[in-house]
Nanobody
C-alpha cells in the first residue's frame, strides 16, 4: 500500500509563491501516476495537475496552467507542486494522490494524502 504525506502549505499574499511536497512511502512510487487535487470549503475536490509515471508528461487544469508546475523526484520518492502567481481563489486544501493510470478523475486515484492548507490573502 502507498502512503502519501503532503507538506509546504501556508499563508501567502496574492502574487506570492509556495512549493508543496508529497512524500511517498514504499518502493512502488514509479508505478503510479501522481496527481494534485484541491478542495475549497463547500466545493467539490477538483483536479489541479498530474505527472506520468516516468515524469515525461504533465497535465494541468486550465485554471492553473502557466502558474503551477508539477514535478517528481524518483530518488526522493517525492512529487512537488510549485505554485506561483497565487490568487485568492487558489485557497484550498491541496491533496496529493496516486493512480495506476493517467486520468484527471479523482475516482481513478487509489491513494490520497491528508492534505495541506494553502491560503492566499488579498
Amino acid at each position: 500500500q502507498v502512503q502519501l504525506v503532503e507538506s509546504g502549505g501556508g499563508l501567502v499574499q496574492a502574487g506570492g509563491s509556495l512549493r508543496l511536497s508529497c512524500a511517498a512511502s514504499g518502493r512502488t512510487f514509479s508505478n503510479y501516476v501522481m496527481g494534485w487535487f484541491r478542495q475549497a470549503p463547500g466545493k467539490e475536490r477538483e483536479f489541479v495537475a498530474l505527472i506520468t509515471k516516468s515524469g515525461s508528461s504533465t497535465l494541468y487544469a486550465s485554471s492553473v496552467k502557466g502558474r503551477f508546475t508539477i514535478s517528481r523526484d524518483s530518488a526522493k520518492n517525492t512529487v512537488y507542486l510549485q505554485l506561483t502567481s497565487l490568487k485568492p481563489e487558489d485557497t484550498a486544501v491541496y491533496y496529493c494522490a496516486a493512480s495506476p493510470i493517467t486520468t484527471m478523475s479523482r475516482s481513478g486515484y487509489d491513494y490520497w494524502g491528508q492534505g495541506t492548507q494553502v491560503t492566499v490573502s488579498s
